[in-house]
């Protein structure tokens, strides 16, 4: 790396994600930056959702805004994991309140040549990196920036789908009718999301997470043949770049949604840290996935609707269950546009004043 | 009851049900009077989707369409889980393309005075009853006819979100901040739901089937103080009514999607089966569930859209993995508008080869 970065002054996530000692466990939310904030929403007002994606100083100003009012362990750079679709040249537009969508979906295996395989992610992405670049300098140090990418089969599912879906039906019966082709696909999303991932490291990314966020439709079966050795696939080949352009490893995270079935295989996929939907127990997590990986998670979002002294109560809960080493807090998914910021704020600070070492134990 | 009802000629479902031995696994299919067949859409066409379940006749004919069609073990009548609020005074409307819509949802608790809480469930959900008896004469024995009813939480859940979510936020935030409110409209729906199990028992139903449909958005602290008790109650009371009718009890199915996180509970719960989502492994669920319950599932339902072999196959592990005693064959969930008939009877009739047993082990 080029760049010079101001030095890091709070690293309790990266300790935390590598199973060194902390003197209290790290906070973060996923979608901190989103639009149960006011001056997030004051953005969005003014700029189109892929508008702030695609340039960096809005990217890295939304990114900013979350670490201005709460005491965060972590950043994590704004961004959408449908960037990688539209790198290869799918056409994605996020229609208010309904979500993504897609107007040109993959309908059959023919319409994968429609797609842009040799495009260049350095250049096509290149604004994330360089707001990345960006927010890593403007957090002057103050915690760790983390860097993300879908995993190939959400990817390839919100390709297939188009748009919101319960059942996911489209995209899973490519898996059963087209499994030639979806490995093809697959492979060429992971290739892609290898790029990005690199490409987000090397631009100053501390961490990178993968989200696998449509793990829990598949089953077993298909998440050991389609899903899982594509997210194994990525872990290699992410450290194998960088060490071939000596470049430091950072932790990596991966975080399978509802993949409660898969606890043992994503212990062992290769992620320093394995983030956990609300579904699953924190004790029973630790026991499946054993004492070498860091978990991250996982109070229910909807959790923030209750009062801020019991969201203290399950803060407490979580450190309880938990405990204190190779833990990551955080919610079970992300933030919801009608969340209070004071509740997220109440949460915050519980972790921090339940989870705070006594300095002789460390 | 007073109906004199034809003899059954197969009762694989019951015994299975009930843990005696059986001479191959009975299988059936989550909605398997559905948009999948053209004659049910040929109904649907001349019918709007409660119409067909308000006359006994036309509901009694699509339970029996896919009984001419394929060798089924059981059959479940045409309704819906939402009668039940309509019960109490709620309008529901079905979207085409879209799924069940009420204009009006309970927004906050005071809605709840809306609600008919006195409602006569024996008149309302009449039509229900008589459909019930009919289809149980025209069967004639052929095999046993399942009744079933939404569980309590997920009744709430609908009755507060109004239509589709990814998130069921709302109903969720009904938990987090108005949990009196909450049991109270829980407890409501659970003894309507009680009487109209019984109801359906006592019109000619031989076996009930709980839905408790959105119990993985839950996750396990909210399962256990919102959903677990009711599911509890129905089970006892259910028993408790049909003891002072008179009336002989029939086993009962729990449902309850997506909750891996309360096997051992659901299996504790009173339901002599519990029915599996496709993201179980059967012998998780085996050995989590113990012996003394029977499973019921789980293919997925996109495995019906692989080839006629594939699906054959699908069957055989199934049957490796469940074993042959206490099971009933199944999917983990209901079939989708765009299966084709043909590979729903190549599952079936691979369920009927592979578990076929030789008769001197019976």
């Avoid at 229609?95 to 797609?115: Q, R």
């Avoid at 992610?121 to 960006?134: D, F, N």
């Avoid at 079966?221 to 990525?234: E, G, R, S, T």
């Avoid at 960088?242 to 994503?266: R, Y």
Wanted: contains cysteine; glycine residues 6%; negative net charge.
């Amino acid at each position: 790396m080029d760049h010079k970065f101001p030095p890091l002054k709070n690293d309790l996530l990266l300790r935390a994600a590598r199973g060194e000692p902390v003197e209290r466990v790290p906070v973060w939310a996923m979608r901190q930056a989103g639009r149960y904030l006011p001056e997030f929403k004051a953005t969005r007002a003014e700029h189109e959702f892929f508008k702030v994606c695609r340039t960096p100083e809005l990217a890295c100003e939304v990114t900013l805004q979350p670490l201005r009012r709460y005491d965060f362990d972590a950043s994590i750079i704004f961004s959408d994991i449908l960037v990688i679709p539209q790198a290869l040249g799918m056409t994605v537009e996020m229609v208010p309140g309904k979500g993504p969508s897609f107007p040109e979906p993959l309908v059959t295996p023919e319409d994968m040549e429609k797609l842009d395989t040799k495009c260049k992610v350095a250049e096509s992405l290149s604004y994330v990196y360089e707001a990345v670049t960006l927010t890593r300098m403007k957090i002057d140090g103050q915690c760790p920036l983390i860097g993300f990418a879908g995993a190939p089969w959400t990817l390839m599912s919100y390709m297939i789908e188009g748009g919101g879906t319960k059942t996911h039906s489209k995209a899973k019966k490519w898996l059963y009718c087209y499994p030639e082709a979806s490995h093809k696909l697959l492979q060429l999303l992971a290739d892609v999301i290898v790029d990005h991932l690199v490409l987000q490291i090397c631009a100053g990314a501390q961490l990178v997470q993968l989200f696998e966020s449509h793990a829990g439709i598949l089953g077993p079966n298909l998440f050991y043949k389609f899903a899982l050795p594509y997210i194994k696939y990525i872990s290699v080949k992410v450290r194998e770049a960088l060490t071939a352009k000596e470049v430091e490893h950072v932790p990596m995270t991966i975080f399978a949604k509802d993949a409660h079935f898969a606890l043992e295989e994503l212990a062992d996929s290769g992620y320093e840290v394995i983030s956990l939907d609300w579904t699953i127990k924190p004790k029973h997590a630790r026991s499946r996935c054993g004492e070498n990986v860091t978990l991250q998670g996982n109070l229910d979002p909807c959790a923030l609707y209750a009062s801020k002294e019991e969201i203290g109560e399950f803060a407490k809960e979580l450190v309880h269950s938990f405990g204190t080493k190779r833990w990551i807090a955080n919610l079970g998914h992300g933030m919801y546009p009608d969340h209070d910021p004071e509740h997220l704020e109440a949460f915050i600070e519980a972790i921090h004043k339940y989870s705070q070492q006594p300095s002789d134990e460390l």
